[in-house]
Protein backbone atom coordinates (compact mmCIF):
# COMPACT_ATOMS: atom_id res chain seq x y z
CA UNK A 1 0.00 0.00 0.00
CA UNK A 2 2.93 2.63 0.66
CA UNK A 3 4.49 1.75 -2.74
CA UNK A 4 0.83 2.44 -4.14
CA UNK A 5 1.05 5.50 -2.59
CA UNK A 6 4.16 7.18 -3.45
CA UNK A 7 3.58 6.05 -7.10
CA UNK A 8 0.06 8.24 -6.89
CA UNK A 9 2.18 11.12 -4.83
CA UNK A 10 4.71 10.88 -8.03
CA UNK A 11 2.18 10.86 -10.89
CA UNK A 12 0.38 13.83 -9.25
CA UNK A 13 3.76 15.71 -9.01
CA UNK A 14 4.29 14.82 -13.16
CA UNK A 15 0.88 16.07 -14.13
CA UNK A 16 1.62 19.02 -11.93
CA UNK A 17 5.02 19.34 -14.01
CA UNK A 18 3.00 18.86 -17.32
CA UNK A 19 0.48 21.06 -17.29
CA UNK A 20 2.94 23.81 -15.55
CA UNK A 21 5.13 23.67 -18.95
CA UNK A 22 1.55 23.21 -21.05
CA UNK A 23 0.65 26.85 -19.67
CA UNK A 24 4.15 28.32 -20.59
CA UNK A 25 3.79 27.01 -23.79
CA UNK A 26 0.70 28.42 -24.26
CA UNK A 27 1.38 31.50 -23.17
CA UNK A 28 4.86 32.06 -25.14
CA UNK A 29 2.75 31.38 -28.11
CA UNK A 30 0.32 33.77 -27.50
CA UNK A 31 3.23 36.41 -26.25
CA UNK A 32 4.72 35.23 -29.57
CA UNK A 33 1.46 35.78 -31.84
CA UNK A 34 1.07 39.38 -30.04
CA UNK A 35 4.87 40.38 -30.73
CA UNK A 36 4.39 39.67 -34.68
CA UNK A 37 1.00 41.40 -35.03
CA UNK A 38 2.61 44.55 -33.15
CA UNK A 39 5.21 44.35 -35.36
CA UNK A 40 3.26 43.97 -38.38
CA UNK A 41 0.95 46.25 -37.40
CA UNK A 42 3.81 48.90 -36.44
CA UNK A 43 5.60 47.80 -39.92
CA UNK A 44 2.13 48.81 -41.70
CA UNK A 45 1.96 51.95 -39.51
CA UNK A 46 5.29 52.73 -40.45
CA UNK A 47 4.90 52.21 -44.30
CA UNK A 48 1.77 54.24 -44.58
CA UNK A 49 3.41 56.98 -42.36
CA UNK A 50 6.26 57.27 -43.73
CA UNK A 51 4.41 56.88 -48.16
CA UNK A 52 3.24 60.42 -47.18
CA UNK A 53 5.91 62.35 -44.60
CA UNK A 54 8.31 63.98 -46.83
CA UNK A 55 11.95 62.49 -46.74
CA UNK A 56 14.93 61.84 -48.82
CA UNK A 57 14.97 57.76 -49.99
CA UNK A 58 17.96 55.91 -49.70
CA UNK A 59 18.36 53.21 -52.44
CA UNK A 60 21.31 50.88 -51.47
CA UNK A 61 23.35 49.17 -54.25
CA UNK A 62 25.50 46.03 -52.86
CA UNK A 63 26.59 43.15 -53.66
CA UNK A 64 26.53 41.73 -57.58
CA UNK A 65 24.86 43.96 -59.75
CA UNK A 66 22.72 41.93 -62.52
CA UNK A 67 19.50 42.95 -63.87
CA UNK A 68 16.18 43.03 -61.73
CA UNK A 69 12.79 44.04 -62.67
CA UNK A 70 11.52 43.90 -58.85
CA UNK A 71 14.83 47.01 -58.79
CA UNK A 72 12.96 48.92 -62.32
CA UNK A 73 9.70 48.81 -60.08
CA UNK A 74 11.35 50.74 -57.28
CA UNK A 75 13.03 52.82 -59.05
CA UNK A 76 9.69 53.84 -60.99
CA UNK A 77 7.96 53.78 -57.10
CA UNK A 78 10.29 56.65 -55.81
CA UNK A 79 9.95 58.59 -58.87
CA UNK A 80 6.11 58.92 -58.54
CA UNK A 81 6.27 59.07 -54.80
CA UNK A 82 5.37 62.85 -54.04
CA UNK A 83 6.60 62.30 -50.37
CA UNK A 84 10.65 61.69 -51.96
CA UNK A 85 12.31 65.15 -51.75
CA UNK A 86 15.41 63.52 -53.00
CA UNK A 87 17.58 60.76 -53.72
CA UNK A 88 20.85 59.08 -51.63
CA UNK A 89 22.58 56.55 -53.96
CA UNK A 90 24.14 54.16 -51.12
CA UNK A 91 27.01 51.98 -53.00
CA UNK A 92 29.33 49.61 -51.94
CA UNK A 93 29.71 46.80 -54.58
CA UNK A 94 32.67 45.41 -57.17
CA UNK A 95 30.12 45.55 -60.42
CA UNK A 96 28.31 42.72 -62.09
CA UNK A 97 27.23 42.28 -65.14
CA UNK A 98 27.37 45.30 -67.84
CA UNK A 99 23.97 44.76 -69.24
CA UNK A 100 22.76 44.99 -65.34
CA UNK A 101 24.40 47.90 -64.81
CA UNK A 102 23.60 49.59 -67.74
CA UNK A 103 19.82 49.11 -66.82
CA UNK A 104 20.48 50.26 -63.44
CA UNK A 105 22.02 53.48 -64.79
CA UNK A 106 18.69 53.56 -67.19
CA UNK A 107 16.37 53.88 -64.54
CA UNK A 108 18.77 55.89 -62.49
CA UNK A 109 18.67 58.53 -64.91
CA UNK A 110 14.98 58.37 -65.78
CA UNK A 111 14.57 59.16 -62.00
CA UNK A 112 17.04 61.52 -62.21
CA UNK A 113 14.34 63.33 -64.20
CA UNK A 114 12.19 63.80 -61.77
CA UNK A 115 13.89 63.49 -58.42
CA UNK A 116 17.64 65.24 -57.43
CA UNK A 117 20.17 62.13 -57.10
CA UNK A 118 23.08 62.06 -55.25
CA UNK A 119 25.30 58.91 -55.18
CA UNK A 120 27.21 57.98 -51.90
CA UNK A 121 30.12 55.83 -51.99
CA UNK A 122 30.42 53.39 -48.56
CA UNK A 123 32.56 51.28 -49.72
CA UNK A 124 33.22 50.29 -52.92
CA UNK A 125 32.28 51.60 -56.02
CA UNK A 126 34.34 49.62 -58.83
CA UNK A 127 33.36 48.65 -62.53
CA UNK A 128 29.84 48.02 -62.75
CA UNK A 129 29.42 49.99 -59.54
CA UNK A 130 30.95 52.81 -61.33
CA UNK A 131 28.45 53.09 -63.73
CA UNK A 132 25.91 53.52 -60.65
CA UNK A 133 27.77 56.13 -59.53
CA UNK A 134 28.38 58.54 -62.78
CA UNK A 135 24.20 58.55 -62.78
CA UNK A 136 23.69 60.45 -60.37
CA UNK A 137 24.73 64.19 -60.49
CA UNK A 138 26.98 64.27 -57.53
CA UNK A 139 29.41 61.86 -56.28
CA UNK A 140 30.34 61.61 -52.36
CA UNK A 141 32.64 58.83 -51.59
CA UNK A 142 34.65 58.14 -48.28
CA UNK A 143 38.61 58.62 -48.15
CA UNK A 144 39.29 55.03 -47.92
CA UNK A 145 36.60 54.45 -50.44
CA UNK A 146 37.80 52.18 -53.57
CA UNK A 147 36.44 53.91 -56.80
CA UNK A 148 37.16 52.80 -60.47
CA UNK A 149 38.19 49.78 -62.29
CA UNK A 150 37.06 51.43 -65.42
CA UNK A 151 36.60 48.27 -68.02
CA UNK A 152 34.74 45.50 -69.20
CA UNK A 153 35.89 41.63 -68.40
CA UNK A 154 34.89 38.25 -70.11
CA UNK A 155 36.09 35.07 -68.81
CA UNK A 156 35.59 31.42 -69.58
CA UNK A 157 37.09 28.14 -68.87
CA UNK A 158 38.97 26.14 -71.03
CA UNK A 159 38.86 22.43 -69.57
CA UNK A 160 40.38 20.81 -72.71
CA UNK A 161 43.12 19.68 -71.14
CA UNK A 162 41.42 17.97 -68.30
CA UNK A 163 39.09 16.11 -70.51
CA UNK A 164 42.31 14.96 -72.57
CA UNK A 165 43.71 13.78 -69.83
CA UNK A 166 40.94 11.65 -68.66
CA UNK A 167 39.73 10.50 -72.24
CA UNK A 168 36.92 12.45 -73.17
CA UNK A 169 36.31 14.23 -76.54
CA UNK A 170 33.33 16.73 -77.49
CA UNK A 171 32.10 16.50 -80.64
CA UNK A 172 29.81 19.55 -82.47
CA UNK A 173 28.36 20.50 -85.86
CA UNK A 174 28.49 24.03 -86.10
CA UNK A 175 26.94 26.11 -89.45
CA UNK A 176 29.83 28.30 -89.13
CA UNK A 177 33.49 28.65 -87.48
CA UNK A 178 32.63 31.07 -84.99
CA UNK A 179 29.65 29.47 -83.98
CA UNK A 180 29.42 29.04 -80.11
CA UNK A 181 32.50 30.13 -79.29
CA UNK A 182 34.36 30.00 -76.69
CA UNK A 183 33.25 26.74 -75.83
CA UNK A 184 35.63 25.84 -73.11
CA UNK A 185 35.80 21.97 -74.35
CA UNK A 186 38.21 22.74 -77.32
CA UNK A 187 41.12 26.03 -77.66
CA UNK A 188 39.84 29.29 -78.41
CA UNK A 189 40.81 29.88 -82.54
CA UNK A 190 42.37 33.44 -83.03
CA UNK A 191 39.71 34.36 -85.20
CA UNK A 192 36.83 33.31 -82.18
CA UNK A 193 39.61 35.45 -79.88
CA UNK A 194 39.68 38.29 -82.25
CA UNK A 195 35.85 38.09 -82.31
CA UNK A 196 35.28 38.14 -79.06
CA UNK A 197 38.06 41.10 -77.95
CA UNK A 198 36.15 43.28 -80.76
CA UNK A 199 32.81 43.14 -78.51
CA UNK A 200 34.96 43.59 -75.08
CA UNK A 201 36.52 46.54 -76.90
CA UNK A 202 33.44 48.03 -78.23
CA UNK A 203 31.94 47.67 -74.79
CA UNK A 204 34.88 49.19 -73.22
CA UNK A 205 34.39 51.83 -75.70
CA UNK A 206 30.91 52.56 -74.44
CA UNK A 207 31.92 52.28 -70.81
CA UNK A 208 34.21 55.43 -71.43
CA UNK A 209 32.23 57.28 -73.19
CA UNK A 210 29.72 56.72 -70.53
CA UNK A 211 32.50 58.26 -67.92
CA UNK A 212 33.69 60.89 -70.49
CA UNK A 213 30.19 62.45 -70.98
CA UNK A 214 28.87 62.00 -67.47
CA UNK A 215 32.17 63.31 -65.70
CA UNK A 216 33.28 65.87 -68.42
CA UNK A 217 36.23 64.23 -69.05
CA UNK A 218 38.78 65.40 -71.47
CA UNK A 219 40.40 62.58 -73.43
CA UNK A 220 43.91 63.42 -72.13
CA UNK A 221 41.81 62.91 -68.41
CA UNK A 222 39.96 59.55 -69.25
CA UNK A 223 42.86 58.11 -70.24
CA UNK A 224 44.49 58.48 -67.13
CA UNK A 225 41.79 56.95 -65.24
CA UNK A 226 40.37 54.11 -67.49
CA UNK A 227 42.84 51.45 -67.85
CA UNK A 228 41.29 49.08 -65.45
CA UNK A 229 42.94 50.09 -62.05
CA UNK A 230 41.23 51.15 -58.91
CA UNK A 231 41.84 54.57 -57.08
CA UNK A 232 40.57 55.45 -53.61
CA UNK A 233 38.47 57.91 -52.39
CA UNK A 234 41.32 60.83 -51.94
CA UNK A 235 42.72 59.96 -55.14
CA UNK A 236 39.23 60.14 -57.07
CA UNK A 237 38.50 63.91 -56.23
CA UNK A 238 41.66 65.34 -57.93
CA UNK A 239 41.04 62.52 -61.15
CA UNK A 240 37.30 64.07 -61.29
CA UNK A 241 35.89 60.59 -60.82
CA UNK A 242 34.42 61.15 -57.20
CA UNK A 243 33.51 65.52 -56.65
CA UNK A 244 33.81 65.15 -52.56
CA UNK A 245 34.94 62.75 -50.00
CA UNK A 246 32.31 62.66 -47.06
CA UNK A 247 29.62 60.24 -45.71
CA UNK A 248 26.27 60.53 -46.15
CA UNK A 249 25.60 63.47 -43.95
CA UNK A 250 27.67 65.73 -47.20
CA UNK A 251 25.31 63.60 -49.68
CA UNK A 252 22.46 64.99 -48.15
CA UNK A 253 24.01 68.60 -47.40
CA UNK A 254 24.53 68.42 -51.39
CA UNK A 255 20.89 67.97 -51.95
CA UNK A 256 20.17 70.47 -49.80
CA UNK A 257 22.07 73.58 -50.89
CA UNK A 258 22.28 72.64 -54.81
CA UNK A 259 18.89 71.00 -55.13
CA UNK A 260 16.99 73.80 -52.65
CA UNK A 261 15.99 69.98 -50.74
CA UNK A 262 14.00 71.10 -47.56
CA UNK A 263 16.80 70.60 -44.38
CA UNK A 264 16.45 68.11 -41.82
CA UNK A 265 14.35 65.68 -43.81
CA UNK A 266 14.65 61.94 -42.63
CA UNK A 267 16.47 59.53 -45.12
CA UNK A 268 14.57 56.32 -45.27
CA UNK A 269 15.23 53.02 -46.92
CA UNK A 270 13.56 52.16 -50.28
CA UNK A 271 13.75 48.25 -51.02
CA UNK A 272 12.76 46.53 -53.82
CA UNK A 273 9.68 43.96 -52.97
CA UNK A 274 10.95 40.46 -52.69
CA UNK A 275 11.23 38.54 -55.85
CA UNK A 276 10.05 34.86 -55.79
CA UNK A 277 12.11 31.74 -55.64
CA UNK A 278 14.47 30.30 -52.43
CA UNK A 279 17.71 29.23 -54.01
CA UNK A 280 20.28 26.79 -53.43
CA UNK A 281 22.80 29.45 -52.12
CA UNK A 282 20.79 31.29 -49.98
CA UNK A 283 19.32 28.99 -48.10
CA UNK A 284 23.02 27.71 -47.30
CA UNK A 285 23.47 30.91 -46.58
CA UNK A 286 20.59 30.91 -44.37
CA UNK A 287 21.76 27.89 -42.66
CA UNK A 288 25.32 29.31 -42.02
CA UNK A 289 23.78 32.30 -40.25
CA UNK A 290 21.68 29.83 -38.21
CA UNK A 291 25.11 28.38 -37.27
CA UNK A 292 26.53 31.47 -36.25
CA UNK A 293 28.91 31.88 -38.99
CA UNK A 294 27.70 34.95 -40.54
CA UNK A 295 30.49 35.58 -42.82
CA UNK A 296 30.24 32.47 -44.48
CA UNK A 297 26.86 33.11 -44.95
CA UNK A 298 27.07 36.51 -46.56
CA UNK A 299 29.71 35.03 -49.14
CA UNK A 300 27.74 32.05 -49.84
CA UNK A 301 24.84 34.83 -51.05
CA UNK A 302 26.97 36.95 -52.64
CA UNK A 303 28.71 33.19 -54.69
CA UNK A 304 24.83 32.64 -55.34
CA UNK A 305 24.09 36.22 -56.96
CA UNK A 306 27.54 35.92 -59.18
CA UNK A 307 26.85 32.58 -60.07
CA UNK A 308 23.35 34.29 -61.40
CA UNK A 309 24.90 36.83 -63.49
CA UNK A 310 27.44 34.35 -65.19
CA UNK A 311 24.21 31.89 -65.80
CA UNK A 312 22.58 34.74 -67.62
CA UNK A 313 25.56 35.16 -70.09
CA UNK A 314 27.12 38.39 -71.22
CA UNK A 315 30.01 40.41 -70.31
CA UNK A 316 30.61 41.19 -66.88
CA UNK A 317 32.50 45.18 -64.82
CA UNK A 318 33.23 43.66 -62.21
CA UNK A 319 36.28 44.82 -59.95
CA UNK A 320 37.58 41.28 -59.01
CA UNK A 321 41.34 40.70 -57.49
CA UNK A 322 43.59 38.34 -59.11
CA UNK A 323 44.56 35.76 -56.71
CA UNK A 324 48.75 35.85 -56.13
CA UNK A 325 48.58 32.27 -57.26
CA UNK A 326 47.23 33.32 -60.82
CA UNK A 327 49.88 36.26 -61.72
Not at 25 to 31: A, E, M
Not at 100 to 111: A, D, I, P, T, V
Not at 245 to 257: M, S
Request: proline share 4%.
Amino acid sequence: MAADAELLIDRRRLRRKLSLWRVLGIGGLVVAAGAVGFRVRAGTESALFGAVQPQIARISVSGFIAGSEATTKLMKRIGESSAVQGVVVSINSPGGTTTGSEELFRNLRQLAEKKPIVAFVDGTAASGAYITAIAADHIVARETAIVGSIGVLFQYPDVSGLLDKVGVKVESIKSSPLKAEPSGFSPTSPEARAALAAVVGDTYGWFKGLVADRRKLSEADLARVADGRVFSGRQSVPLRLVDELGGERQAVAWLETERKVAKNLPVRDWKPASESGFQLWSALGFGADLAGLEGLGARLRAIGSEAGGIAEGGLMAVWRPEPASAR
